[in-house]
């Protein structure tokens, strides 16, 4: 492994390994205004939700690392002191990086990016009808992180309203995150899609007191057969199976076939670690615990 100070790199390189290492990054569509009332529709992916109560959003405009000039959008963002945040999903994801484009001041990218603007309720930007959800925001504040090239400048929005397409919600009146189909900024030209196969469920460790990794017996915290994932899932159960439990288990036909094909101990004990790690791929945590454990009821 390498280890680099980040201040001492030129700035292309800097930037570079670190929108390469941090990431997924959602994308604010920002639209905003300048005095005048021409608007203004700029992509950023430094970019995320920072409370809830009061709902929060920050995003910021850095200064362009070639040439440390600022961008239209905080210029407006100082003066109005008002944004529209809108969320990318991959059906306008080609129209979103085209309004990256650095087009002139009084170019309009929602033309340009062939995006439809709709007049909000609270604040004076347009909103991006294509956008499946749409955030209202009253700047409080904006925080220059530095004056050179690369520095950001953080603009802390407070959420006024929002508005949410009804073609994305489930059956619960919940943002569908299949419905939604996201996307977010990878580093270089690198994009990914949250659908499909990408998108996968962890347990939240909240409702309850797992007991830990370093509490799982280390023939099985050794076991090659098992990653940190599979050790984390372990991890995150409350207790153990008990031996009737494991008992009861073990007249599973899968166990039996184990039991029965294992030449000797060291087989058996293989054949259980890879038969966990599958029930593991499916998440079916309670059964793997119990074919890891069926070792002690030495059959062999």
């Not at 087009?103 to 930007?125: C, H, M, Q, R, W």
């Amino acid at each position: 492994m390498i280890s680099v100070d980040l201040n001492e790199l030129d700035g292309k390189t800097a930037h570079a390994h670190l929108l390469g290492a941090v990431g997924p990054r959602p994308i604010a569509l920002a639209s905003t205004i300048d005095n005048g009332g021409n608007p203004n529709l700029s992509p950023f992916s430094y970019f995320n939700v920072f409370s809830s109560n009061p709902p929060t959003l920050i995003f910021s405009p850095a200064r362009r690392v070639r040439d440390n000039t600022t961008k239209h959008t905080l210029h407006n963002a100082e003066a109005t002191r008002e944004v529209v945040i809108n969320v990318v999903n991959y059906d306008i994801v080609q129209q979103t990086s085209l309004a990256s484009t650095e087009y002139g001041d009084g170019v309009n990218e929602f033309t340009k990016a062939g995006l439809t603007p709709i007049e909000s309720d609270v604040v004076k930007p347009f909103r991006v009808k294509e956008s499946p959800a749409q955030f209202e925001c009253k700047v409080k504040d904006i925080v220059a992180l530095g004056d050179g090239g690369g520095a950001g400048n953080l603009i802390i929005c407070e959420v006024v309203r929002m508005h949410i397409n009804e073609n994305i919600l489930d059956e619960n009146g919940i943002i569908s995150m299949q419905k939604i189909d996201l996307v977010a900024r990878m580093g270089g030209n690198y994009y990914c899609r949250a659908s499909g196969e990408a998108l996968f469920e962890v347990e939240k460790p909240l409702a309850k007191l797992g007991i830990g990794v370093d509490q799982i017996p280390k023939r099985i915290r050794q076991s090659t057969y098992l990653d940190g994932n599979d050790l984390g899932k372990l991890g995150n159960v409350e207790s153990l199976p008990n031996d009737a439990e494991l008992a009861e288990f073990a007249e599973n036909w899968k166990i039996k076939e184990i039991f029965e094909k294992s030449a000797n101990g060291l087989e058996m004990h293989e054949n259980l670690h890879q038969y966990a790690k599958e029930l593991l791929d499916e998440n079916k945590v309670s059964k793997a615990w119990k074919a890891l454990l069926c070792d002690k009821l030495n059959r062999i």
